[in-house]
């Protein structure tokens, strides 16, 4: 079974930094593309960022693009996503997610399963 | 970027209803479309692929249909445990876009 667990959730300030983790167990990991997914409290799912399974490849959502950095540790089954000049619409739960395909959108593209989420609170 | 929209936005439904959502490609999407169920508290949880391929271990009374711009989820018959927020989702290019959803609730 596939389980996807996200960690590094925090409460930081606008302009600050965070990275967060997603560690993925029972797949190959690097066979598959990976997704950042998030949701602002009380509002619907928003696509933030992409990587290819070898991580040759990022895509990000226009709102993140230029301040988020995805990346993946293959070695680690490890996804991450650092945060940068953070903003009070980052606020969000993140979950990280399976894309069944080795590049994302090469094809019929899906997210599953989804981890738990962690939550970023962007506050001063 | 490809816009997607949800109608209705939320809805009354009894168990044992019949229920369908229909979700809006603002272009052609062909058949790269999903949906995916939320309950309160929880992460997504994906019942529809590829427009019209029911996920493994989903209930079979959820069906998609569609493709091009307009896309259906059915549900046959509703039960309790499917009162929950349900998103469409294109995978046609990125970025990936979801609709604004739509809440099932009980009558």
């Known amino acids: 079974e596939v389980q996807l667990l996200e960690s590094g959730g925090d409460l930081v300030q606008p302009g600050g930094s965070l990275r967060l983790s997603c560690a993925a167990s029972?797949?190959?990991?690097?066979?598959?593309?990976m997704s950042w997914v998030r949701q602002a409290p009380g509002k619907g799912l928003e696509w933030v960022s992409a990587i290819s399974g070898s991580g040759g490849s990022t895509y990000y959502a226009d709102s993140v693009k230029g301040r988020f950095t995805i990346s993946r540790d293959n070695s680690k089954s490890t996804l991450y996503l650092q945060m940068n000049s953070l903003r009070a619409e980052d606020t969000a739960v993140y979950y990280c997610?399976?894309?069944?395909?080795?590049?994302?959108?090469?094809?019929?593209?899906?997210?599953?399963?989804w981890g738990q989420g962690t939550a970023v609170i962007v506050s001063s | 970027d490809i816009q997607m929209t949800q109608s209705p936005s939320s809805l009354s439904a009894s168990v044992g209803d019949r229920v369908t959502i229909t979700c809006r490609a603002s272009?052609?999407?062909?058949?790269?479309l999903n949906w995916y169920q939320q309950k309160p508290g929880k992460a997504p949880k994906l019942l529809i692929y590829?427009?019209?391929s029911l996920q493994s271990g989903v209930p079979s009374r959820f069906s998609g249909s569609g493709s091009g711009t307009d896309f259906t989820l059915t549900i046959s018959s509703l039960q309790p445990e499917d009162f929950a927020t349900y998103y469409c989702?294109?995978?046609?290019?990125?970025?990936?876009?979801f609709g604004p959803g739509t809440t099932v609730d009980i009558k």
């Open positions: 989702q294109q995978s046609f290019n990125t970025p990936f876009t």
């Open positions: 997610a399976k894309d069944p395909l080795f590049e994302a959108a090469a094809g019929p593209d899906w997210f599953d399963p």
């Open positions: 029972g797949l190959t990991f690097s066979n598959y593309a």
């Open positions: 272009q052609s999407i062909s058949s790269y």
């Open positions: 590829a427009a019209s």
